[in-house]
Every structure is written in structure tokens, then in C-alpha cells.
């Protein structure tokens, strides 16, 4: 009988192992300290994170089963929420999902925080981005506006309205009192479809006549307003669907 070699399964064998049996080069911690933040996968970077695995799987295991789940998303991750954690993954109670929940907030805010930088906009890409770390997370709809001065850089992104799946109510005054209090010479508008659809309604299109009508009195241009879908975009502007 012919006798076939086998080959040798590193990485099943690797899964039978503690992290601390593995080669030093292949832990998560020491290769953050010796090679850079950038040299771990997401899974690796979540596995410092949870610290620990369960009975049957290391933390890197547990960590790739969480990502599995969410298609190795960051975005999708984000959602879930502290009883999902808890619920959905053996190994993870609540200390380790209040540490992702908390990380993945930080990450949140370090984007927030380079706001403070003022941007400039230039086009509708460069708005999209502004607005879409505010509402990429949400289930329900908000609508923001994002004040300008006269070279295009953001003043203030402020939310003016939180409403439900389908609607929201917009205050136009209010809108207009916070472009004066900035001094804005210019805003643009955002709302977020949670359907994941960035198709213009019949009401928005309305909404935003009306308030490009009332910017006019007032001297202050609205130069466009975006829809943001599911890791996309849809520009009122550049689809000529309303004159501004």
C-alpha cells in the first residue's frame, strides 16, 4: 500500500498551544513592542485588548471569531453592543466588552479630535468625510450642518435634529442662528439614511430648497447637502438634483 506523507499543520498546532508557548515573533504584544502598531492584524489588536480567550481558544482565536462575525469590520464591531459582546462570544464578559467598547470609542474620538484642525472642503468627497464619523454608527436619523468660512475650512459640524428611521424634523432657524453665531459664510448639509440607501426622497429635496431659499436672504450659501448610505455617499450638488 502506497504510504503518503503528511504535511505538517502549523497552524492547528499553533491553536493547541498557549500564546506564551509561541514563537516570540508571532505574540501579539511582543510584536506591537518590537515591530509597530501597524504590524498586527485587527484580530491581534483586539486580542491585546481582551487579554484572555476561553477553555478552547487563545485570545488571537476568540479575537478572529469576533471579527469573522462582523466580516473583519471596524464599522460593523462598533454596533455591537455590551450585552451582544456578552451574549454573542464565549470568553467575553463584561470587563472585556466594556475594554473593546471603550477602545473602539477612543478611536472614535482621536478622529473627532482632528476636526479641531478645521479642514478645508473642497468638493463633496471632502464633506462626506467630514460628516460620516458622526453618523456611520447611528440606527436612526440625524440631520448636521457643517459651518464654513470664506477659504472653505470648517468652522463647527453641529447636529440639528435626531429623529427616527424615516424622518426627521429640521428647524431652519436654527440652522441660520448657529451660521451666524460662527460667522459662517457658507454651510453644507448631511443626513444619514440608516436603510443604508442614499436615494434623494421627494421630502428631501424639499428641505433643502427651502433652506437654500432661506440662506439666500441671509447671505449665507449652502453649497451642498449630502446623503450618507451604507459606506457611501449621495451629493445633491454634484447630481444637479437641486440649484445651489
Not at 508571532?26 to 489588536?45: H, Q
Not at 479630535?113 to 454608527?137: G, H, N, R
Amino acid at each position: 500500500m502506497e504510504q503518503r506523507d503528511k504535511s505538517f499543520n502549523f497552524d492547528s498546532e499553533k491553536k493547541r498551544l498557549s500564546i506564551k508557548e509561541w514563537d516570540i515573533s508571532d505574540r501579539p504584544r511582543e510584536k506591537l513592542m518590537n515591530f509597530g502598531r501597524t504590524s498586527l492584524s485587527n484580530a491581534e489588536l483586539l486580542a491585546i485588548i481582551i487579554g484572555s480567550g476561553n477553555t478552547k481558544q487563545t485570545a488571537v482565536d476568540l479575537a478572529k471569531e469576533i471579527m469573522n462575525s462582523v466580516d473583519n469590520s471596524l464599522h460593523e464591531l462598533s454596533k455591537l453592543s455590551y450585552k451582544e459582546f456578552c451574549n454573542r462570544f464565549d470568553g467575553i464578559g463584561p470587563a472585556k466588552a466594556l475594554n473593546i467598547i471603550a477602545a473602539l470609542e477612543l478611536g472614535f474620538r482621536r478622529k473627532e479630535s482632528e476636526m479641531l484642525q478645521k479642514p478645508k472642503i473642497t468638493c463633496s468627497k471632502d464633506a462626506y468625510t467630514v460628516f460620516a464619523q458622526y453618523m456611520l454608527d447611528l440606527e436612526y436619523e440625524t440631520f448636521w450642518i457643517a459651518l464654513l468660512d470664506i477659504k472653505g475650512k470648517v468652522l463647527k459640524t453641529l447636529c440639528i435634529s435626531q429623529g427616527g428611521w424615516n424622518e426627521t424634523s429640521v428647524d431652519v432657524r436654527k440652522i441660520f442662528k448657529a451660521a451666524l453665531e460662527y460667522n459662517a459664510a457658507s454651510i453644507i448639509l448631511a443626513h444619514n439614511h440608516p436603510s443604508g440607501e442614499t436615494k434623494a426622497s421627494r421630502s428631501d429635496i424639499e428641505t433643502t430648497k427651502n433652506i437654500i431659499k432661506a440662506g439666500r436672504l441671509m447671505s449665507i450659501k449652502v453649497l451642498d447637502h449630502i446623503i450618507i448610505g451604507n459606506r457611501t455617499y449621495l451629493s445633491m450638488n454634484d447630481s444637479d438634483m437641486v440649484a445651489f
